[in-house]
């Protein structure tokens, strides 16, 4: 089998060592980095020894010491998990769908002078992330020598992640599964920049989500996924992210908002912030529900029966939450809102993510309508709160997620979890096991407080560090994102001409108490004739 390195990188390397190993002179620096180089040493030299059986499964032998029996690995189920990350369809292809899912969501709902940035900023937030993962946030989350609330630097930069068992099933080898994981642990500070948009800077918020990561993210998944983490061990049920990805996400952009306070006019009635693009409102629904049986479905790590449940429970909750989400907006005013029905959609795929593998389609039914009306009332609260929330993440994914893991307390079945033919739990009320409710209740209440209060504090320390300032300036603001930070425009000068020509927000610069901020494309601009000027 080929090596992984060439011989001379490999020789430099080992060579390296040995420097380090001679020039340290401090005992404890030279064991430590030492320890580490020669472990990234064996790691890139390390082949796995794998073989094929009869039936075709992969039998690998992932102890070099032999103490361990080899692990047998279904290609289907392997394939399973890597479909669903690109399309959703099947696990890891289906996942990868979520972040431009939301980028077109939240773009959609934003002004046109914004919109460019929040798709560009979904891609980068998710680069960020992602790089993250494999640097230490794989190991902080599903290290096996961690903590029950963090893990530790064991699988350093993916050392020692391969073909060993998985911390999620012993199904699928580590890497695969630590590949998955990314994109759970990428798409959350995607969902996250909502709150922050219109207002903050962009380089700030890249800082931020490879913080928010390993501080934020990382020990919560710890706790409820990997085997040591103490919701895990309390009992918490919490099938694909609800509380990890969910209540996280939509209390960070919370704490983000109230951090940066509203924005520029927010609240005035000459400033009423309206959906710049359903087309992508809706777009960027559609992509999000596709991505999610990988999300849900995946979630199972293996291709069989219950798998194909959850992605059941997940489509049922959905077109249910939308549908009620819809009908309820029309109630007030008299109108099928498309806006609406996509808002529906996505409480009720927030609202499944916790149950799906645990619940029967009539339950999903049921968690789809209570999430949506839930849901639909807590876009109440920013007005309660006096805090700006553009895109209403609270509501949909904090309360949204809150009440899919309180949900799954209630309507947990055993009978749905042996679909698999392996797993086995005590199940929810609907088991008689009164017990799961009040677990429920303690793990999310346990990751919205700390998510909050940990947020608050890094944004805070962000803020102060020089040159990374959170917010934008005025003139940055009322010119738009796009326009200030990326000097780019979403729809070429459509948005400068709606947004900064001629709107009631800037009558002071047509009564020429000041200028705007020059630039060549709002001079282009101006030289139009005022007739052909839309005003928003």
Same mark, same amino acid.
């Given at each position: 089998?080929?090596?992984? !390195?060439?011989?001379?990188?490999?020789?430099?390397?080992?060579?390296?060592?040995?420097?380090?190993?001679?020039?340290?002179?401090?005992?404890?620096?030279?064991? !430590?980095?030492?320890?580490?180089?020669?472990?990234?040493?064996?790691?890139?030299?390390?082949?796995?020894?794998?073989?094929?059986?009869?039936?075709?499964?992969?039998?690998? *032998?992932?102890?070099?010491?032999?103490?361990?029996?080899?692990?047998?690995?279904?290609?289907?189920?392997?394939?399973?998990?890597?479909?669903?990350?690109?399309?959703?369809?099947?696990? &890891?292809?289906?996942?990868?769908?979520?972040?431009?899912?939301?980028?077109?969501?939240?773009?959609?709902?934003?002004?046109?002078?914004?919109?460019?940035?929040?798709?560009?900023?979904?891609?980068?937030?998710?680069?960020?992330?992602?790089?993250?993962?494999?640097?230490?946030?794989?190991?902080?989350?599903?290290?096996?020598?961690?903590?029950?609330?963090?893990?530790?630097?064991?699988?350093?930069?993916?050392?020692?992640?391969?073909?060993?068992?998985?911390?999620?099933?012993?199904?699928?080898?580590?890497?695969?599964?630590?590949?998955?994981?990314?994109?759970?642990?990428?798409?959350?500070?995607?969902?996250?920049?909502?709150?922050?948009?219109?207002?903050?800077?962009?380089?700030?918020?890249?800082?931020?989500?490879?913080?928010?990561?390993?501080?934020?993210?990382?020990?919560?998944?710890?706790?409820?996924?990997?085997? *040591?983490?103490?919701?895990?061990?309390?009992?918490?049920?919490?099938?694909?992210?609800?509380?990890?990805?969910?209540?996280?996400?939509?209390?960070?952009?919370?704490?983000?908002?109230?951090?940066?306070?509203?924005?520029?006019?927010?609240?005035?009635?000459?400033?009423?912030?309206?959906?710049?693009?359903?087309?992508?409102?809706?777009?960027?629904?559609?992509?999000?529900?596709?991505?999610?049986?990988?999300?849900?479905?995946?979630?199972?790590?293996?291709?069989?029966?219950?798998?194909?449940?959850?992605?059941?429970?997940?489509?049922?909750?959905?077109?249910?939450?939308?549908?009620?989400?819809?009908?309820?907006?029309?109630?007030?005013?008299?109108?099928?809102?498309?806006?609406?029905?996509?808002?529906?959609?996505?409480?009720?795929?927030?609202?499944?993510?916790?149950?799906?593998?645990?619940?029967?389609?009539?339950?999903?039914?049921?968690?789809?309508?209570?999430?949506?009306?839930?849901?639909?009332?807590?876009?109440?609260?920013?007005?309660?709160?006096?805090?700006?929330?553009?895109?209403?993440?609270?509501?949909?994914?904090?309360?949204?997620?809150?009440?899919?893991?309180?949900?799954?307390?209630?309507?947990?079945?055993?009978? &749905?979890? +042996?679909?698999?033919?392996?797993?086995?739990?005590?199940?929810?009320?609907?088991?008689?096991?009164?017990?799961?409710?009040?677990?429920?209740?303690?793990?999310?209440?346990?990751? &919205?407080?700390?998510?909050?209060?940990?947020?608050?504090?890094?944004?805070?320390?962000?803020?102060?560090?020089?040159?990374?300032?959170?917010?934008?300036?005025?003139?940055?603001?009322?010119?738009?994102?796009?326009?200030?930070?990326?000097?780019?425009?979403?729809?070429?000068?459509?948005?400068?001409?709606?947004?900064?020509?001629?709107?009631?927000?800037?009558? +002071?610069?047509?009564?020429?108490?000041?200028?705007?901020?020059?630039?060549?494309?709002?001079?282009?601009?101006?030289?139009?004739?005022?007739?052909?000027?839309?005003?928003?």
């Amino acid at each position: 089998m080929a090596s992984l !390195f060439t011989p001379p990188a490999g020789a430099c390397l080992a060579l390296v060592v040995q420097l380090v190993e001679m020039a340290s002179n401090a005992t404890l620096g030279r064991s !430590f980095v030492s320890t580490k180089l020669t472990q990234v040493y064996l790691s890139l030299h390390f082949q796995p020894n794998v073989s094929y059986d009869a039936s075709g499964d992969l039998i690998a *032998n992932w102890d070099p010491t032999g103490a361990n029996p080899p692990a047998v690995y279904n290609l289907g189920d392997m394939s399973w998990i890597l479909d669903s990350f690109a399309s959703r369809f099947d696990p &890891v292809s289906l996942a990868s769908l979520r972040a431009p899912g939301v980028a077109f969501l939240y773009s959609g709902l934003l002004r046109r002078k914004n919109a460019l940035s929040m798709l560009m900023l979904a891609l980068a937030v998710y680069s960020v992330a992602t790089i993250q993962w494999m640097f230490w946030g794989y190991s902080l989350a599903f290290s096996s020598t961690g903590s029950k609330f963090i893990g530790d630097l064991k699988h350093f930069g993916l050392i020692d992640v391969l073909d060993a068992p998985s911390a999620g099933s012993s199904k699928i080898p580590a890497l695969l599964y630590a590949f998955y994981q990314s994109m759970f642990a990428a798409v959350t500070p995607v969902i996250i920049i909502g709150g922050c948009a219109e207002r903050a800077r962009i380089l700030p918020i890249l800082v931020f989500t490879f913080i928010w990561g390993t501080l934020v993210y990382d020990p919560i998944a710890c706790w409820v996924w990997a085997p *040591n983490g103490w919701a895990f061990q309390l009992g918490v049920l919490d099938f694909a992210g609800g509380g990890p990805v969910h209540m996280t996400s939509g209390t960070a952009a919370v704490a983000w908002a109230v951090y940066l306070g509203k924005r520029r006019g927010y609240g005035t009635p000459k400033l009423a912030y309206r959906p710049h693009s359903v087309s992508h409102v809706i777009l960027g629904t559609t992509l999000l529900w596709f991505g999610w049986f990988g999300f849900n479905g995946g979630s199972e790590l293996a291709g069989n029966l219950r798998a194909v449940q959850a992605a059941m429970a997940t489509n049922l909750a959905t077109a249910m939450a939308g549908l009620t989400w819809m009908f309820m907006d029309y109630f007030y005013t008299g109108k099928y809102s498309a806006v609406s029905l996509c808002s529906g959609i996505l409480a009720g795929l927030v609202g499944i993510t916790p149950a799906a593998g645990y619940v029967g389609s009539p339950a999903a039914l049921a968690i789809g309508f209570v999430t949506a009306i839930v849901a639909n009332f807590a876009t109440g609260l920013k007005v309660l709160g006096r805090f700006d929330d553009p895109v209403d993440s609270f509501a949909l994914h904090t309360v949204g997620g809150f009440t899919g893991s309180i949900l799954t307390g209630l309507f947990a079945d055993s009978r &749905v979890v +042996e679909f698999d033919g392996y797993s086995v739990i005590t199940g929810g009320w609907i088991n008689k096991f009164y017990k799961q409710l009040g677990f429920q209740l303690a793990g999310s209440l346990s990751i &919205v407080a700390y998510t909050f209060v940990m947020t608050y504090i890094i944004l805070f320390c962000i803020d102060h560090v020089p040159g990374l300032h959170l917010r934008v300036s005025e003139e940055s603001e009322i010119l738009g994102i796009d326009e200030a930070e990326l000097g780019e425009a979403s729809y070429d000068y459509v948005a400068l001409r709606r947004d900064i020509d001629y709107p009631e927000e800037h009558a +002071e610069w047509m009564a020429g108490s000041s200028t705007p901020p020059s630039n060549r494309s709002h001079e282009k601009v101006s030289a139009e004739p005022k007739s052909e000027v839309v005003v928003n």
